[in-house]
């Protein structure tokens, strides 16, 4: 594995003590991919994600989607997943990736091109890469594939420890209303302002995916993400 980022700032997240943690500070909710770092602002208020694949896929966007910066603004990423059978109610956990296309390259260029020249994206990228060449069938393990590498190099302890479960354990109460709006994309909270490589040119871009606040802050990214 490609060495983690140089120790310039502490990047440990402290013990969640948020109200909307559950009483064992676990969360459960869809395996999305890469979203956004609102969503991360809210997951690590807790303690452990438990990603919930057994519940109907009713049309989640963010599921496969995510938006990155690039030169010339803001660009979608989407990952073909195999149309549902007809009158069949799907479950997320029965999400199949699509071999249509040659997505992984497209999706791993665009990452490339945007990033290549921001401050961690080096550290990150072969491991990062490995995940879009081998990757599973199941677009669910897939990103939780992508989240592990993601908590792992931001050192988010046991949120980068994630397994997929069908069922939730104990009876955990519902997502919090803002965790809600950021899975489905529709955050409307103050965005996390910080460091864009592109930023210059085009300005500050709101509710991107966690590959930009990785990318352009490294081991400061738990920083800005407790700082919501």
């Known amino acids: 594995m490609t060495a983690k980022f140089a120790p310039t700032v502490s990047s440990k997240v402290p013990t969640p003590t948020s109200h909307n943690a559950f009483a064992d500070g676990t969360l459960t909710a869809p ?11 809210r997951l690590v208020l807790y303690s452990r994600w438990m990603p919930l694949t057994d519940v109907p896929f009713n049309g989640l966007k963010t599921i496969n989607r995510c938006t990155i ?27 199949r990736i699509s071999d249509h296309g040659r997505w992984e390259h497209m999706h791993w260029g665009a990452l490339f091109s945007a990033y290549g020249k921001s401050p961690f994206f080096e550290y990150v990228a072969d491991d ?15 990103n939780m594939a ?25 009876e955990p109460a519902a997502m919090p ?6 899975a489905h ?10 460091h864009q490589l592109w930023s210059e040119r085009n ?9 930009d606040l990785l990318f352009n802050q490294g081991n400061a990214a738990p920083v800005v993400l407790l700082s919501l």
């Open 128 to 142: 990062l890469h490995r995940i879009y060449e081998h990757h599973s069938h199941w677009l669910c393990e897939f």
């Open 69 to 95: 910066a690039t030169p010339n603004g803001v660009q979608t990423l989407t990952i073909p997943i195999e149309k549902p059978e007809k009158g069949r109610h799907t479950l997320i956990a029965d999400l």
């Open 31 to 41: 395996p999305l991919y890469a979203p956004s770092v609102d969503f991360y602002a």
């Open 146 to 170: 992508i989240h592990n590498i993601v908590a792992d190099y931001m050192q988010l302890g046991q949120l980068g420890c994630a397994t997929i479960v069908k069922e939730p354990v104990g």
């Open 185 to 194: 994309g529709s955050d409307t909270t103050e965005p996390l302002v910080y």
């Open 177 to 182: 209303k803002a965790l809600v709006e950021a």
């Open 203 to 211: 300005g500050f871009m709101p509710h991107l995916s966690i590959f």
